[in-house]
């Protein structure tokens, strides 16, 4: 079947150049549906249980998501900075779509004069005026209204710095229609409206939800354009430089552009959107598709270098099967184990995690079709006739086992030198990095703030930090506490406590700023008592309802519900570590309870903690999708190399690069993020495949050679160039990631590079040092042998054993081909094998004074030599094909060193081998009896 497969694009290539073209012409059609979706929403787990407590929050207080504009200048309170303020406020309020915008001009001022006497028991007069009822004509009059807004604490922070040059105005907006481009067009009517004003301040910018959506849409749109032509050029030079062949670079650009078209069509067709990951699924399919395409090349070339003397119009034909043969079922595999990586996210609650998996799971399931249909037809029409000369050399060093001349050859012989003198040295050293750095990795820490996404220099970025220090953190959540008693926060008790969680929270020294009820009183109170109060906040509950009546109620609302049932307080912060601030805040949380006591219930929301506590489950949710895709890798593994050892040594060049890339995160302080904690679980995916690729050429060598040694040494000779090329294109790959424009992608893509360079070293040193101990047999070729069953019947030396037992056992024998009048054995000769007759007729021909007799016919399912198997004896005669013939060869150094690999299996052929020699035992005693005819016993023995 996957012979067939692979051979389908030169046996019938109209039939492939019609199907590839119309799943492309319909998947290009999918392609103007693709929507991108950059919602901090896609960032929340969809079964968060806070996500109904937030919009309850946000339905009774407000959202916490507005837009913040900057204003700065020096003359900001002057006559003509307060016009020009003022004119920019009014040309937001214009704005479709904003609701409010709360300034400076928004603002009111409480003042209290004190009496002329002393009493203690007497009462201030309090004042109640706006900051600005209108543009002050007078810099006296500008002035006076900076020290009143000044005067007040509750606007420091939220509205003014701390010298007055800046100020903020708050944006309320609301998308009534829930139209996709909102934030794409708000946030250009923002900077429309900004830019007039410009020159009229030191500082002006916009920061909030509408622009940090823009920024994303653009980067993502820049990455799109950017990265996958990178990676492309990427790709070309690693293929020209190891593979030496334009055709090897043109190959994968084609599979390249058809998986992409395929890809993003099929996305489109079923509505899953683009998101900043899904970036780097262009750069990800060119780099991953590559390794497979050069796998197949390589499989390519080495028919070619196998069947040198064939006619030129022959030999791409003959490369093709045996590229079927050869690469094929590795090909199938490490697609599977690919798309592994990337599906173990599928079920991820996080959006943009679970998006980006379905994206790129149909790119590498794409990619696999694409490759297998493609390459074939592509290489039997423009790949060489012949084998290019710079592997010609290398194909003979091979055959005499000498050292490559090519790159690849020399670096594996450098790692091989190693692997002679130092094996054991080699292992425990590995182990001592891997020990080391998962202990490194032990201090890693979960982060996930959409600014971080962002590199430090861009504009975005700095305008946010020059908020969060001149004025406080544009980062904001909510502590609201719910009493069960009706107008409970009338109460000083209950506000009381209101200012307990404030100090506590102040006391934790992480938070920029907090806003409450408290603090409103607190100020009414001390304007209107001045150095008479005895405590900043008001002892009765009449006080209480009287300071209110200074308020109106929209400067309330955000801070306490119509029925004083609710309260809320708003923490500012500027805390961009997800793990740094979940910390804080479970400490907050602890403390609620304590400083709350019973009748009052208090929660904290907001979409930064929801999205915060996102990263907390994604460390858990990433070690879960690693350890199950190393078990379904491991379980595969094990099923398709028919040993529980082959599944563990797949494994092995996935674990090294994984448990090195976790330490070096954890030892340059790298966070784990929705980027960089995929790494893992993808590089495992895509690790494993230069593994596959080695342990199968591993197993069709064991099947020509007693020598397990030399047969991992042609192994590592013949997957080098592919393995180290494949890996090579996959880093520099993932290396163009570098220059996206999220800082997200970048660390994956140094992150995967890292991974990539290291499991060459781990596939090239230890890998083969492992590989020596182990004997494999392939499930494909147990199940696909095509051996007459009835041959097998009638052979004793398979008597008691299943079909199943029975194709094993062949395959971990020698396969021998030879033509009508060669010799398989030669009389004189010491020989330790023994030999079954798959097909064909051979003769036992005893040479005795220059005469030649025949003492016997061979046929299909009969064997010989077995007495020489036993013991090293001289063989009595030749044994000579007469037809050509297929024949096992069972040699006893081999069947010992298989004895600890399949005991079961060669236990019942030892024991099948002595009830022969047996029954041959007694054939000869009969003979020997008196009156016995004939001199040799049927089959003849051969010694």
Not at 301 to 320: K, N, S, V, Y
Not at 916 to 937: N, V, W, Y
Request: net charge negative; aromatic share 8%.
């Amino acid at each position: 079947m996957i012979h067939a497969l692979f051979t389908l694009g030169f046996r019938r290539p109209l039939w492939v150049v019609a199907l590839v073209t119309a799943v492309t012409v319909l998947a290009a059609m999918g392609l103007p549906r693709l929507e991108i979706d950059t919602s901090f929403g896609n960032l929340i787990p969809e079964n968060d249980p806070a996500r109904v407590a937030y919009q309850q929050v946000m339905e009774e207080f407000g959202s916490d998501n507005m837009t913040i504009v900057y204003a700065a200048d020096q003359n900001l309170w002057t006559p003509e900075g307060l016009r020009r303020l003022n004119e920019l406020q009014l040309a937001l309020e214009r704005i479709d779509g904003v609701e409010r915008v709360d300034s400076v001009f928004s603002l009111r001022a409480i003042r209290g004069t004190e009496p002329d006497d002393a009493d203690a028991r007497a009462v201030s007069q309090i004042e109640s005026m706006p900051v600005l009822a209108d543009v002050p004509s007078t810099l006296a009059d500008a002035e006076a209204a900076r020290d009143r807004a000044l005067a007040n604490p509750l606007y420091l922070g939220n509205f003014l710095s701390e010298d007055g040059t800046a100020t903020a105005l708050l944006v309320s907006v609301s998308d009534s229609d829930d139209r996709p481009d909102f934030d794409q067009t708000l946030n250009d009517a923002l900077d429309a409206a900004l830019a007039p004003f410009k020159g009229d301040f030191d500082g002006l910018f916009q920061v909030g939800p509408p622009r940090i959506q823009s920024e994303l849409a653009n980067s993502l749109s820049g990455d799109f354009r950017l990265l996958a032509p990178l990676s492309a050029a990427a790709l070309v030079l690693a293929m020209v430089v190891f593979l030496r062949s334009s055709v090897a670079a043109l190959v994968p650009l084609v599979t390249s552009a058809l998986s992409i078209i395929w890809t993003f069509g099929l996305l489109g067709w079923l509505g899953v959107p683009m998101n900043m990951l899904s970036a780097m699924i262009p750069s990800l399919i060119i780099a991953i598709g590559s390794t497979e395409d050069t796998h197949l090349i390589a499989a390519y070339f080495r028919g070619l270098a196998e069947h040198r003397t064939q006619a030129p119009d022959q030999a791409r034909r003959t490369a093709i099967r045996y590229l079927a043969s050869h690469a094929g079922l590795a090909l199938i595999l490490t697609v599977i184990t690919t798309t592994l990586g990337f599906a173990a996210n599928l079920f991820s609650d996080i959006g943009l995690i679970k998006q980006f998996s379905i994206a790129a799971t149909v790119a590498m399931v794409a990619n696999g079709v694409v490759t297998a249909l493609v390459v074939p037809p592509l290489l039997s029409q423009l790949g060489p006739e012949r084998l290019p000369r710079a592997f010609v050399a290398e194909a003979e060093a091979k055959a005499q086992h000498k050292p490559g001349t090519h790159l690849s050859g020399r670096i594996v012989n450098l790692f091989r030198r190693s692997q002679r003198r130092f094996p054991i040295g080699i292992l425990l050293i590995t182990a001592g990095l891997v020990v080391f750095f998962l202990y490194e990795a032990s201090k890693l820490y979960v982060t996930n703030d959409p600014l971080s996404y962002f590199p430090g220099d861009r504009p975005l970025v700095q305008d946010t930090r020059r908020i969060s220090s001149e004025l406080a953190g544009v980062r904001v959540f909510f502590v609201t506490l719910k009493a069960d008693a009706d107008r409970a926060f009338l109460e000083p008790d209950n506000v009381r406590k209101l200012a307990e969680i404030q100090e506590f929270a102040r006391a934790q020294d992480a938070y920029d700023r907090s806003l409450s009820l408290a603090d409103h009183l607190s100020y009414v109170n001390e304007q209107f008592r001045g150095r008479f109060a005895s405590s900043d906040l008001p002892e009765t509950r009449a006080l209480i309802a009287q300071y209110l009546l200074f308020f109106h109620r929209s400067e309330l609302e955000s801070y306490v519900s119509h029925d004083y049932r609710r309260a809320n307080i708003i923490v500012r912060h500027s805390i961009s570590d997800s793990h740094t601030l979940n910390e804080y805040v479970r400490e907050l949380e602890d403390a609620l309870g304590t400083i709350t006591g019973p009748g009052i219930q208090a929660e904290i929301v907001g979409e930064n903690l929801m999205v915060n506590q996102a990263a907390e489950s994604l460390m858990v949710a990433q070690l879960k999708a690693l350890a199950l895709l190393l078990l379904l890798i491991f379980i595969l593994m094990s099923i398709m190399f028919t040993s529980f050892k082959g599944g563990a040594l797949a494994l092995v060049p996935a674990i090294i690069p994984i448990a090195l890339m976790f330490g070096i995160m954890g030892l340059l302080n790298i966070p784990l993020n929705p980027g960089t904690a995929m790494v893992a679980v993808i590089a495992v995916g895509i690790a494993v495949d230069g593994t596959i690729h080695l342990l199968a050429r591993y197993n069709e060598r064991c099947r020509k050679t007693s020598d397990y040694v030399q047969a991992v040494h042609d192994s590592m000779d013949d997957v080098a160039t592919p393995l180290i090329s494949s890996s090579l294109a996959l880093a520099l790959g993932f290396g163009m990631l570098l220059f996206s424009n999220f800082t997200v992608v970048a660390q994956f893509g140094a992150l995967a590079a890292a991974t990539m360079l290291i499991s060459i070293i781990a596939n090239l040193l230890v890998t083969p040092i492992l590989m020596t101990r182990i004997r494999l047999v392939g499930l494909y070729q147990i199940l696909s042998m095509r051996v007459d069953r009835e041959v097998l019947d009638r052979s004793t030396l398979f008597s008691g054993m299943s079909g199943y037992q029975r194709r094993k056992a062949i395959l971990i024998s020698e396969m021998h081909e030879v033509e009508a009048g060669e010799l398989l054995v030669e009389q004189g000769v010491v020989g330790r094998s023994m030999y079954l007759i798959l097909e064909g007729e051979a003769e036992v021909v005893r040479r005795d004074d220059g005469t030649s007799r025949t003492l016997a016919m061979l046929k299909p399912g009969e064997i010989f030599g077995e007495i020489g198997y036993i013991r090293a004896v001289e063989r009595t005669a030749d044994v000579r094909a007469r037809t050509p013939v297929t024949a096992l060869r069972f040699q006893f150094d081999r069947m010992q060193k298989d004895l600890k690999f399949f005991p079961t299996i060669v236990a019942n052929l030892n024991f099948n081998i002595s009830a022969i020699l047996g029954e041959r035992l007694a054939d000869t005693l009969d003979h020997a009896k008196p009156g016995a005819q004939g001199s040799s016993p049927a089959g003849g023995s051969t010694g």
